[in-house]
């Protein structure tokens, strides 16, 4: 069971930048796949960014490309998302999640509460 809490999320202007990170439980940390997704209001919740349990192979969606960076740090336990300029349909509540095992799949078996990202015009 990994338990995961999300924090920095906040409000910013477009342009601007946000770090957030999510904290894990648990002593297998490395041995998970980590993923942020997003939920905008009315919108399906959608991948944004995944990287491997040892860090080594990362993924994003082609609208963050450039401008959003995924890491871990696994002595840690930690994953961050960093965030830069910023876009006003960036505006969504963010997820972090974990997956047994590595894969492209967006299925994955545990999921933080959320943080609340907006971004003003």
């Known amino acids: 069971q990994v338990q995961l809490v999300e924090s920095g999320g906040g409000l910013v202007q477009a342009g601007g930048s946000l770090r957030l990170s999510c904290a894990a439980s648990?002593?297998?940390?490395?041995?998970?796949?980590m993923g942020w997704f997003r939920q905008a209001p009315g919108k399906e919740r959608e991948f944004v960014a995944r990287?491997?349990?040892?860090?080594?192979?990362?993924g994003y969606a082609d609208f963050v490309k450039g401008r959003f960076t995924i890491s871990r740090d696994n002595a840690k336990n930690t994953v961050s998302l960093q965030m830069n300029s910023l876009k006003p349909e960036d505006t969504a509540v963010y997820y972090c999640a974990a997956r047994i095992g590595y894969s492209t799949s967006n299925e994955y078996h545990y999921w933080g509460q959320g943080t609340q990202v907006t971004v003003s015009a």
């Open positions: 990287v491997s349990g040892g860090g080594g192979t990362l």
């Open positions: 648990g002593r297998t940390f490395g041995s998970y796949t």
